[in-house]
């Protein structure tokens, strides 16, 4: 299984930017699908944007225009480029990806099997 670890989380003002990291390891990293999604208290997780192994890319309209998802295949690493911050983008970011090399899961939690602990966003007026 991978182990995936998140990184760039942190306190922004409302209009501004931050770029959270998600690497990979245990497992080869091409051929995967990864997607970022986001808890605030009190809410269900949901779907923010997910890059499939081909560099394709599909956002939640709540954030479509302003984040952005990349992967750079050579570093194993997935980024969620935040640009735009509003306060409710507050909450916790996950990096997930499928067990199942090729699958494309879209916004489907369900279908991502592994996780990685998070990382706090905090967006203030």
């Known amino acids: 299984q991978v182990m995936l670890i998140e990184s760039g989380g942190g306190l922004a003002q409302a209009g501004g930017s931050l770029r959270l990291s998600c690497a990979a390891a245990?497992?080869?990293?091409?051929?995967?699908?990864f997607g970022w999604f986001r808890q605030a208290p009190g809410m269900e997780r949901e779907f923010v944007a997910t890059?499939?192994?081909?560099?394709?890319?599909l956002y939640a309209d709540s954030v479509k225009g302003r984040f952005t998802i990349s992967r750079d295949n050579t570093k194993s690493t997935v980024y969620l480029q935040m640009n735009g911050l509003e306060p409710e983008d507050t909450a916790v970011y996950y990096c997930?990806?499928?067990?199942?090399?090729?699958?494309?899961?879209?916004?489907?939690?369900?279908?991502?099997?592994?996780w990685g602990q998070g990382t706090q966003v905090t967006v203030s007026l």
């Open positions: 997930a990806s499928p067990h199942v090399k090729f699958l494309i899961p879209k916004g489907d939690a369900k279908q991502y099997l592994s």
């Open positions: 245990g497992r080869i990293f091409s051929g995967y699908s």
């Open positions: 890059i499939d192994y081909s560099g394709s890319t």
